[in-house]
């Protein structure tokens, strides 16, 4: 059974959104996209500075298996993207939620956010 | 309707990701991929290749017959227990298939192809056979269990009684030999030292647990792909099929064809060297980050090509293709990766072998 903490918003694609103090959206992959993905070798994120429109693909995460790409849960601008994950991309692999995130937007739109799951939502999803 | 081979139960308790493959149900990993190619390549560990089909080849015209239906030349198998990698072709000298051949006496030559290919294959082998005094048995009751790495052998050695034992220590690369119920040979997959093992279904998931119980890892498919990738092993279907030759496939190596021999694709192969042979199947390791994969476009000096493999080598913390690429093409190339292109050096498989990268490869 995969890991679904409960304080964070998730996509039907497998991302998830945990919004920080200053108001910008945190994203990731889900334990579950992590474990169907396999080990993680390669992580190609946007820049700081680029703007992302919600739904689009803006980033690609490859495991030795297969390629996949990231969606983006929410519009806005990249203000940090995780350099850690150059040399390290396993991290998403052992830890997804926390050391494995992604990158950090700064939101257009806040009223975006409702539109994505609950992990109640998120679970019934992966149960299908 | 997928079928399942006699070690199911096995994988399921080892707790494997179980995928189709070719009709079958069989293991892409047991956790971690990466962590079982490195087990293959510094220890050693196993893999079920149940799936993939046996026949038997008995009767007086044996060995004529598989003169005629392969590109190697099973001449070159005169003492018994000796294996013979080959293509078998069709008469375009396009690749059915690739195979392994072991000599186990004048009426007996035993044959494995692969999987995915079954049903071509036999039918292939049954309609060519029909003018030769053979008979062709296949042998789906046998189960078959590659334990690989520099450990392996000893793994294995270890579960004989000890007149076998010490036999089996003896197989040369290339040989095999009938122990009691297993049929041990030292051939495998992986560019590591180690044993293919066939023996009958009910006994297969006793020596697939002795095995475990000798610390030897359970390793899927995924493994077992980026590992021949390393080795510089072709994967049927992926980097060859109907539509090339041997020619153009990096395996020239494994045609017999200079002397007087009649074999099925011979006239085309000769048609096509003396025409000058347009592609090669070449390697490539990605200068840059980023992961190469199959069906990338290839942009040379002498015009474009395409990956057939691709993947991430653990080994090398590389990415590493194999790509068919105009003949012409020396030293570097660039590959499209989500419209970009990046530098690649074209290098000559294997890139790593007997746990460690080859030499000139990076």
């Known amino acids: 059974m995969s890991n679904i903490p409960s304080h964070l918003n998730y996509t039907e694609s497998h991302e998830w959104v945990s919004v920080d103090d200053d108001g910008n959206a945190r994203i990731g992959i889900t334990d579950h996209a992590q474990e169907a993905l396999g080990d993680l070798v390669y992580v190609e994120l946007p820049a700081v500075g680029d703007e992302i429109s919600q739904s689009d693909p803006c980033a690609v995460v490859e495991s030795v298996k297969a390629a996949s790409d990231l969606y983006a849960p929410v519009s806005g601008t990249i203000v940090e993207i995780n350099e850690t994950l150059d040399d390290d991309p396993a991290v998403i692999n052992s830890d997804p939620y926390d050391d494995g995130w992604l990158f950090l937007v700064k939101l257009v739109d806040k009223a975006e956010l409702e539109g994505l799951k609950d992990a109640e939502a998120y679970a019934a999803l992966l149960e299908d | ?362």
């Not at chain 2, 090669?280 to 980023?290: A, D, E, F, I």
């Open chain 2, 1 to 362: 309707m997928s079928q399942r081979t006699p070690l199911f139960n096995e994988h399921v308790a080892a707790g494997a990701r179980m995928v189709d493959f070719g009709g079958w149900e069989m293991p892409i990993n047991y956790g971690s991929q990466i962590e079982e190619h490195h087990k293959v390549r510094q220890a050693a560990g196993m893999f079920d290749v149940s799936h993939m089909t046996v026949v038997d080849i008995k009767g007086p015209q044996a060995r004529i017959f598989l003169s005629y239906l392969l590109a190697n030349d099973v001449a070159k198998l005169q003492t018994p227990g000796r294996a013979l990698y080959s293509c078998m072709l069709n008469e375009q000298g396009g690749i059915l298939d690739d195979l392994i051949t072991y000599y186990l006496d004048e009426l007996f030559f035993r044959v494995v192809v692969n999987a995915a290919t079954h049903d071509k294959d036999m039918a292939w082998i049954t309609e060519q056979a029909r003018a030769f005094d053979i008979e062709v048995t296949e042998r789906p009751e046998l189960a078959m269990i590659a334990v690989q790495g520099p450990a392996a052998r000893q793994a294995v050695l270890e579960q004989l009684p000890d007149g076998d034992a010490r036999s089996a220590a003896e197989l040369k690369p290339f040989s095999a030999g009938q122990f009691g119920d297993l049929f041990i040979a030292r051939t495998g997959y992986t560019g590591e030292d180690g044993f293919e093992v066939s023996m009958p279904a009910q006994a297969a998931s006793g020596f697939w647990n002795q095995c475990l119980a000798a610390g030897v890892a359970p390793c899927g498919l995924g493994a077992r792909d980026t590992l021949r990738l390393e080795a510089g092993m072709n994967l049927y279907g992926q980097d060859m099929d109907e539509t090339v030759t041997p020619l153009e496939s990096a395996l020239g190596w494994t045609v017999a064809m200079k002397d007087e021999r009649a074999f099925v694709g011979k006239d085309a192969l000769l048609k096509q060297k003396a025409g000058g042979v347009e592609s090669k199947l070449v390697g490539l390791v990605l200068q840059g980050r980023g992961v190469l994969r199959p069906g990338q476009r290839i942009v040379t000096d002498a015009g474009e090509g395409v990956t057939t493999s691709g993947s991430f080598s653990p080994t090398l913390q590389k990415a590493i293709a194999f790509a068919r690429i105009p003949s012409e093409a020396v030293q570097s190339c660039q590959v499209d990766i989500r419209g970009k292109l990046l530098d690649c050096s074209i290098v000559r498989p294997p890139f790593a072998r007997d746990g460690a990268v080859c030499e000139g490869i990076v």
